[in-house]
């Protein structure tokens, strides 16, 4: 069993920026991937970020060159960092981390981006 928990999230006005972080405890050593999703109201949750043990990263176009992705594998923590905040950017953002067949996510933060 792996644990996720988010924190950094808040209110934020267009052009801002937020530093999201994810903790995870448990069986952590079978952790490979971890990532951010997000979903709007409405809306399919969709990924946002994604970083291997490696470091190997892949962002979704709508956060390129904006969002960074970032991992320290010694603390298990991810982090997103979120600048140049628009408003279509607000949305309740999940952490994710595969580990093995299995995947598991956190309870979520909510991101509210105001112009």
């Known amino acids: 069993q792996v644990q996720l928990v988010e924190s950094g999230g808040g209110l934020v006005q267009a052009g801002g920026s937020l530093r999201l972080s994810c903790a995870a405890s448990?069986?952590?050593?079978?952790?490979?991937?971890m990532g951010w999703y997000r979903q709007a109201p409405g809306k399919e949750r969709e990924l946002v970020a994604a970083i291997t043990s490696g470091g190997s990263t892949y962002y979704a176009d709508s956060v390129k060159g904006r969002f960074t992705i970032s991992r320290d594998n010694a603390k298990n923590t991810v982090y997103l960092q979120m600048n140049s905040l628009k408003p279509e950017d607000t949305a309740v953002y999940y952490c994710?981390?595969?580990?093995?067949?299995?995947?598991?996510w956190g309870q979520g933060t909510q991101v509210t981006v105001s112009s």
């Open positions: 448990g069986d952590t050593i079978c952790i490979s991937a």
């Open positions: 994710n981390a595969d580990c093995g067949s299995w995947g598991y």
